[in-house]
């Protein structure tokens, strides 16, 4: 049984950082995709970003590449979310998925374990 749990969220001014992370039990995670998902009230839950198990691959939603950065840490067990120059249009609640095969997709149907979410909130 694979289970994720983020933390990090929080209440943050346009322009500023936050790290998200995940961490993930069972012994899948080495060798699962993980990605990072987003949903705004009333919206559909989008693509974030996502990497493959070794680290070596990543993807981005074009409307983050360049400022967030996916990354993982496989002895540990985690993957992590760095986001720099947030913007109000950020503000929503972020998941963490495992998808259990080694390559990194952007489709949520793709991703079979999910986190419970964490808040993000970005003031203007």
């Known amino acids: 049984q694979v289970q994720l749990v983020e933390s990090g969220g929080g209440l943050v001014q346009a322009g500023g950082s936050l790290r998200l992370s995940c961490a993930a039990s069972?012994?899948?995670?080495?060798?699962?995709?993980m990605g990072w998902f987003r949903q705004a009230p009333g919206k559909d839950r989008n693509f974030v970003a996502a990497?493959?198990?070794?680290?070596?691959?990543?993807h981005y939603a074009g409307s983050v590449k360049g400022r967030f950065t996916i990354s993982r840490d496989n002895a540990k067990n985690t993957v992590s979310l760095q986001m720099n120059g947030l913007k109000p249009e950020d503000t929503a609640v972020y998941y963490c998925?495992?998808?259990?095969?080694?390559?990194?997709?952007?489709?949520?149907?793709?991703?079979?374990?999910w986190g419970q979410g964490a808040q993000v909130t970005v003031s203007s």
């Open positions: 998925a495992l998808r259990i095969v080694s390559w990194a997709t952007i489709g949520v149907h793709d991703y079979g374990y």
């Open positions: 990497i493959s198990e070794s680290g070596t691959i990543t």
């Open positions: 069972g012994r899948t995670f080495s060798t699962s995709a």
